[in-house]
């Protein structure tokens, strides 16, 4: 069965650092792997995605992040935090073949402190 | 252009009612899922259609929970005898056809079960 890890339920970091908010993932095959965001009172928002080809992702609002099939992990990072980036964020995972349905982490709440 | 909506936003009721939850997706999206989500958790799938027909219905907790989509556009989530432990916040999202395509979520239903 597939599934998702965010180890971390928070994140703090100041306004005008980089952040990572990890998540490592297991799927059997090749994965197809999303990051979304749910700001307080609203609906997720999706973020990202890779499906094949550069390792490197560039999604909404500055964020990137970067597949590893080797740790299995898929890493949501920007240069610079905002305030305005502090929100719930989730990772998903499905396999390639779209026979399983999309899983969602537990989700990690960031908050970037001015 | 509209997003995913949902209806009602909120919705209470008493143990061993039924209940209907309504899901108009993005217009053209042939995809419509149902995920159920709970404080602290990420979103959990319950039901996917394509089109008209329910392709996925595997995470249904039981038969009490039942969905439809008889046009191909608007779902609806039915739920007999609810229970308090189906308090939680039901989430509606579509897609284009797909498996590489993310989903685009509603802002819930948040069900109340006293």
């Known amino acids: 069965a597939q599934s998702v890890a965010q180890p971390e339920d928070q994140v703090n970091v100041a306004e005008g650092n980089p952040l990572t908010v990890k998540c490592t993932y297991s799927?059997?095959?090749?994965?197809?792997l999303f990051w979304y965001v749910q700001y307080p009172n609203r609906g997720l928002q999706f973020l990202l995605k890779?499906?094949?080809?550069?390792?490197l992702v560039k999604g909404s609002y500055g964020f990137e992040a970067e597949f590893n099939k080797s740790q299995t992990s898929f890493h949501l990072k920007k240069p610079s935090a905002l305030v305005s980036d502090s929100a719930l964020y989730f990772c998903?995972?499905?396999?390639?073949?779209?026979?399983?349905?999309?899983?969602f982490g537990k989700g990690t709440r960031l908050s970037v402190i001015a | 252009g509209a997003g995913v909506s949902q209806t009602p936003s909120n919705k209470v009721t008493e143990k061993g009612k039924y209940v209907e939850l309504r899901c108009d997706p993005i217009?053209?999206?042939?995809?419509l899922y149902w995920y159920r989500q709970s404080l602290g958790q990420g979103p959990e799938f319950l039901i996917y259609?394509?089109?008209?027909?329910?392709?996925?219905d595997s995470g249904l907790p039981n038969d009490r929970f039942f969905a439809v989509r008889p046009e191909g556009s608007v779902s609806t989530l039915k739920i007999q005898r609810t229970e308090r432990g189906d308090s939680a916040v039901y989430l509606c999202?579509?897609?284009?056809?797909?498996?590489?395509?993310?989903?685009?979520f509603g802002p819930g239903t948040r069900l109340t079960v006293l």
């Open positions: 999202a579509s897609s284009s056809a797909g498996v590489n395509n993310e989903q685009f």
């Open positions: 890779y499906i094949t080809g550069d390792n």
């Open positions: 217009s053209g999206h042939t995809a």
């Open positions: 998903a995972v499905r396999d390639m073949w779209g026979n399983t349905p999309l899983v």
């Open positions: 799927v059997s095959g090749n994965p197809y």
């Open positions: 259609f394509q089109g008209t027909g329910a392709a996925d």
